[in-house]
T-cell receptor
Framework: NAGVTQTPKFQVLKTGQSMTLQCAQDMNHNSMYWYRQDPGMGLRLIYYSASEGTTDKGEVPNGYNVSRLNKREFSLRLESAAPSQTSVYFC??????????????FGPGTRLTVL | AQSVTQLGSHVSVSEGALVLLRCNYSSSVPPYLFWYVQYPNQGLQLLLKYTSAATLVKGINGFEAEFKKSETSFHLTKPSAHMSDAAEYFCAVSSMNTGFQKLVFGTGTRLLVSP
């Protein structure tokens, strides 16, 4: 049971390049999230997926797209990377659909630098 | 809208001293509150959570937190710090939005433990 896995661990891009961050969970969780973490700002929600086939915008969605490929996988795509997207990206998953008290489980993160 | 304020971006303690990390929340409805810990170069891990069952919540690694509605606080404490407690700690409040959990995180407090 690997929990939440993310690939790659590190990535360096040039401005304008595109890439996809991969996330997978093996806990049979329904809901998944993408966050970005910047110094002094905590974690901010980019997109989330309440269930397979559905996605919704979070607090900072501009410049990103997502795909919920199946129940296990939730990918984040940067179509044209910008230096402002330099950050650490975390994927998380949660069992329930509606319970506010459920625990989110986080992956180890992807450290992205855009030059 | 719900929000969380963590007072102090850095807290320094000596090994064996009391750890106190402060968290105040704002919520128009009864909140669910969480403390997560992030060790260097890792993802977030749940320390403990308040789900209205008891105001004093015990978590992993000897941490506990007390929910005080009158003070809108959920401070994290540990009687005796260990070197291994050095990490960044995030307080978060759960927001129900169309029946789906969205965590709002504080900006984090980095705990430094000196010998």
């Amino acid at each position: 049971n690997a929990g939440v896995t993310q690939t790659p661990k590190f990535q360096v891009l040039k401005t304008g390049q595109s890439m996809t961050l991969q996330c997978a969970q093996d806990m049979n969780h329904n809901s998944m999230y993408w966050y970005r973490q910047d110094p002094g700002m905590g974690l901010r929600l980019i997109y989330y997926s309440a269930s397979e086939g559905t996605t919704d915008k979070g607090e900072v969605p501009n410049g990103y797209n997502v795909s919920r490929l199946n129940k296990r996988e939730f990918s984040l795509r940067l179509e044209s990377a910008a230096p402002s997207q330099t950050s650490v990206y975390f994927c998380a998953s949660i069992m329930g659909l509606a319970a506010s008290s459920d625990t989110q489980y986080f992956g180890p993160g992807t450290r992205l630098t855009v030059l | 809208a719900q929000s969380v304020t963590q007072l102090g971006s850095h807290v320094s303690v000596s090994e064996g001293a009391l750890v106190l990390l402060r968290c105040n929340y704002s919520s128009s409805v009864p909140p669910y509150l969480f403390w997560y810990v992030q060790y260097p170069n890792q993802g977030l891990q749940l320390l403990l959570k308040y789900t209205s069952a008891a105001t004093l919540v015990k978590g992993i690694n000897g941490f506990e937190a007390e929910f005080k509605k009158s003070e809108t606080s959920f401070h994290l404490t540990k009687p005796s710090a260990h070197m291994s407690d050095a990490a960044e700690y995030f307080c978060a409040v759960s927001s129900m939005n169309t029946g789906f959990q969205k965590l709002v995180f504080g900006t984090g407090t980095r705990l430094l433990v000196s010998p």
